[in-house]
């Protein structure tokens, strides 16, 4: 049987790529409005894929958000993909007629030298996605909007042409997406994990970070950071990436138990929601 996954949507997105990149035809695939439905979507599917960070512009906030209240599936995988963002408009329309850009806020923020260079004076607007955004402009009459996106919605969606290909800030710009599972895989060779760490409420003036990452004494590769989904001000919880050094992976899964059981005695709330 071939495995349901969710995405966030619609056709046509980057995510939807980073997806097919994983699964290609062993897949039927579901697309989400949003990366909190995306995420949620693992009630009833497989898998779901989500955008994590770019290089460019850095961690995707809703993923992180949706990740502090994940209720079920884990990480089990990521997939890296080279993003080439093009300014999509109606047929027939040229850049000067463009007083409007609209895309998701990754790819406006991926976009930004372009876009105060050649289109100074136009607004942005931000959409759920970049397909979605492709989808406003094609069903729009309007030859003033267009659409940061990938140059796969000019043949998802009807009416639309590339202005201009290649406008991202840097030639190389690469985003990573999780791949999320419902069931817990048993694959016993990852080499990555991510934890959700709240730290305890301390009385002290300062919360100490370094005492912290001194506590889970791995090699820490990636350290995100949202508030706390509690009314504590100024609470934060923390997805901390450790990894594997290529020769250390025999030890490890029982010395990252052991981070997590210590990170527990002193408090903390700890869990290890990915591995790959
Ligand atoms: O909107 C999309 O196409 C996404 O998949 C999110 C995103 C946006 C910009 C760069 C990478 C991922």
Known sequence: MKAR?????????Y????AYEYFHDSAIYHE??????TLESLDTLDYAVVPRENS???SVIETFDGLKTLKRGTIQGE?????????????????????????HEQALGQCQKFLARHLPSATTS??????AAAQKVSKSQSLNVAAICSEICVTTFEGLEVLEKGIQDEDSNYTRFFVLSRNHGSNQSFTHVLLRITPRKTCAEHFDLTELLRTIDLCVTRIDRRPAPVSEPFLDTYFIEVAASKNDTSGWPDRLSNSISRLKERGHLAERIGQW
């Open 126 to 131: 931000s959409t759920i996605s970049t397909a």
């Open 79 to 103: 997939v890296v993909l080279k993003i080439q963002h093009c300014l999509v408009a109606r047929r027939g329309a040229k850049i000067s007629d463009i007083d409007c850009v609209i895309s």
């Open 56 to 58: 460019i512009f850095g």
């Open 32 to 37: 989400q409005k949003t990366i909190k439905e």
């Open 5 to 13: 996954v969710g995405f966030l949507g619609p056709l046509g997105t």
């Open 15 to 18: 995510t939807h790529q980073a």
